[in-house]
Each structure stands twice: as C-alpha cells, then as structure tokens.
C-alpha cells in the first residue's frame, strides 16, 4: 500500500513536470459520448437537446455560452488542462474548417446520445456509431496534415475517453414504456454493455490504444432523478442507484475481458460513482452547501432548454452547489470529479 501510493506520488511528479514544460503528456485527446461530455456538437443539430445559450457558460470563458451543459469547465476540460494542453478538443461538429485543429484530438460528444442507438434517435442527437464515422474521417484528415506516420503515433499514442450510458437511463429507459415494460434494469444493462463491447472493439480496430472509460454516475441522486422518481422524498433514490451500481460491475467484467482479448490495450474505468455520491450525500465535508437543487431555475428539474435566462430562481453563484441543472454537476463538482479522473487515469500516461 505504502509503495503504490509512492509510485503514484513519483507518477504525479513525472506529470507535472512535464506539464510545467509546456508540453501534453500524451499526443491527443479524442473525447465521444453524451451530454456530460459535450462541447458544442449539439449546436448544430435539429435537437431539443441544448445549451449554447446563457446562463449555461457564464462562468466559462468569458462568460459564454459553448454548448457545453455546465456553468463553466466539463471534468474533461479540466482533464485536458491536467495532461497539459492549453487549449480543448474541439467540437467536430463546429469545426468550418479541418485541418491542424484536429493535431491535438477533437470531441465527437453528443448530448442525448447514449451506447443504445435509438436513444440518441430519440432526441436527434448523434449516435456512438456515427461519432466513431466522425472519428474515422479525423484520422483521414491527420493523415492529409501530418503524414501517414505522424499521424500513426498520434492515433496509437492518444487517449480516448468515453462518458455515455445515463441518457440511456434517464432521459430513455425510465420514461419509455416501450422499454421498462419490456426489459428489466438489468436486462437493459446487458443491452447497453453488448452495445459497450462492440464500440471498445471498433475504436480498438481503429488505433485506439489508451481509452478510459466513466462509470455510469449515481443517477438516482440527479435532482431531475430525485423529483420524477423520488416519491416526494429528498433523497437520493436507491431503486436508480442499484441499477447504476449493478450496470458499473458488468461494465468491469467486460472491460477486464476486452482488456485480456485485445493486444496492447489500455482499458481503464474512471469511477465518477463514488466521488460523486459522496459529493451529494456529504456536501458540506467537501466545501458545498447543497446538493439536492440545482442552481439553475428550480435547481429540481430543469434542463436543457428549461434551464434559460428567463429561469425564475437561478441561484447567483453557483461554487456551492452541486450540481447546475437537473442532470450535470457544477464546475465545482468537475473540479472535485477531475482530480479523481487524473488518479484513475494514471496509468494511461505511465
Ligand atoms: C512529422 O513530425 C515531425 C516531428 O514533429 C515533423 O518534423 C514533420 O514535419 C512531420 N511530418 C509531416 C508530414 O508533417
Ligand atoms: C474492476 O474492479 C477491480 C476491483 O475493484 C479493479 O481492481 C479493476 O481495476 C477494475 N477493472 C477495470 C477495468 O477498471
Ligand atoms: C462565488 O463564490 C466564490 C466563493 O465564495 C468566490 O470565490 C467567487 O468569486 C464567486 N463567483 C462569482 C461569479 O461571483
């Protein structure tokens, strides 16, 4: 115990030394799922599924709206600064033109899109599959600007981070009779880690060598989760969280079977479950006031295009809380999720 605690120690020098020098730890940073994710993507879509409009971004920089559902950074914003870059993957979608912006990875994310198609059909959002088609035309275009060798040790030396699976849940499974009446939770999950797999194998047919991949989040304790399922109750609901709990096991096992059949690969998973469940349900140990509303708004449902300016009830500083709407945590809560991210991660760069 003493000694890995140690080796992680040296590890964390070894970074910061070489983010101190200006340089990233890793190539590039290549970043596909939902809306806990997304950086603008939706921008350009015929979706409901939005948030390039304020007060989303009015804590980023300078005060703008980007798409990205948050008041300020996403954990993955800041896990980019962590590994060194001084600027984000950019949204593919937004991109007019791609060229040398691809160099450093780009973010394929899609809010509403999830590992199960039709969720992302859903909410007209992009697909996994498609973000992967995304993907493949980026590594043709790095091709074209770095050369095929270049680009070879950009793909293979990259890392790719994957966040999906609670719009499958929340924003499909527990509202969709189509769904709940016919699969059980865990029958649904199975459904999704199939999904998982295949994508984990393509990404790997693609290049892909160092990908991290988020656990599912305590989604009973979302406060939207909380005020459509909770019975009236303020807390976190356990029926959603045991699902949660159940589908990250399974997400475990396939990813330690995917680790021993395919050659060469890194396959780590981020746990943002426990980080994040302590955040909710000890908020003051970890410097926040509340965590059961949201800022924006009502702090109990709104999301998306429900969480707007004209949100009666937005809360003016939003460092205390939780979370910022009714399914995504705060930057503050990023901040706390991303040190937990680069500890987990670790062995992607070592
Ligand atoms: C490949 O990378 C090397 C080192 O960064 C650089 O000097 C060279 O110009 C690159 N090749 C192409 C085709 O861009
Ligand atoms: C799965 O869980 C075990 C035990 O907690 C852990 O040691 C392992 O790293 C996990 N596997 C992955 C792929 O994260
Ligand atoms: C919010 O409050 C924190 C802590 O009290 C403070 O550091 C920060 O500047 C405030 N932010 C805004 C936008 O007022």
Request: charged share 15%; with cysteine.
């Amino acid at each position: 115990m003493v000694h890995s605690s140690h080796f992680l120690a040296s590890l964390l020098l070894v970074v910061l030394f070489n983010v101190a020098k200006g340089q990233p730890l890793v190539p590039a940073l290549f970043i596909f799922g939902d809306s806990v994710v997304d950086v603008g993507n939706n921008n350009q879509l015929p979706t409901i599924v939005k948030s390039n409009f304020l007060p989303y971004g009015r804590d980023f920089q300078n005060h703008q709206p980007t798409g990205r559902f948050c008041n300020g950074k996403l954990a993955t914003d800041l896990t980019a600064e962590n590994l060194g870059f001084t600027s984000y993957p950019p949204a593919y979608m937004n991109l007019k033109t791609k060229g040398n912006n691809l160099l450093n990875g780009a973010n394929f994310a899609s809010g509403a899109s999830g590992y199960y198609e039709p969720t992302a059909k859903l909410y007209h959002a992009i697909p996994l599959s498609q973000q992967l088609e995304h993907y493949k035309e980026s590594q043709n275009i790095l091709v074209g600007v770095a050369g095929k060798s270049n680009a070879s040790s950009i793909i293979s030396g990259a890392i790719y981070l994957i966040s999906a699976g609670s719009s499958d849940f929340v924003q499909n499974y527990y509202i969709n009779p189509l769904l709940y009446k016919v699969y059980t939770a865990d029958q649904f999950s199975d459904i999704l880690i199939q999904c998982y797999a295949s994508f984990i194998q393509n990404l790997y047919g693609l290049g892909a060598r160092r990908i991290g991949v988020t656990t599912l989040a305590p989604v009973g304790c979302l406060p939207a989760a909380i005020t459509l399922f909770g019975h009236d109750s303020n807390q976190c609901v356990a029926r959603l969280n045991n699902d949660a709990v159940n589908f990250n096991r399974k997400l475990n096992t396939t990813s330690q079977s995917l680790q021993k059949s395919l050659p060469g690969l890194k396959l780590v998973l981020l746990d943002i479950y426990q980080p994040l469940y302590d955040l909710v349900t000890k908020p003051s140990e970890n410097g926040f006031a509340e965590a059961r509303r949201a800022c924006c708004g009502t702090g109990l449902l709104e999301t998306s295009i429900l969480c707007n300016q004209k949100s009666i009830g937005t809360c003016a500083n939003a460092s205390e809380y939780v979370f910022w709407d009714g399914f995504h945590p705060s930057e503050a809560a990023n901040q706390v999720l991303a040190g937990d991210l680069i500890a987990a991660g670790i062995s992607l760069i070592s």
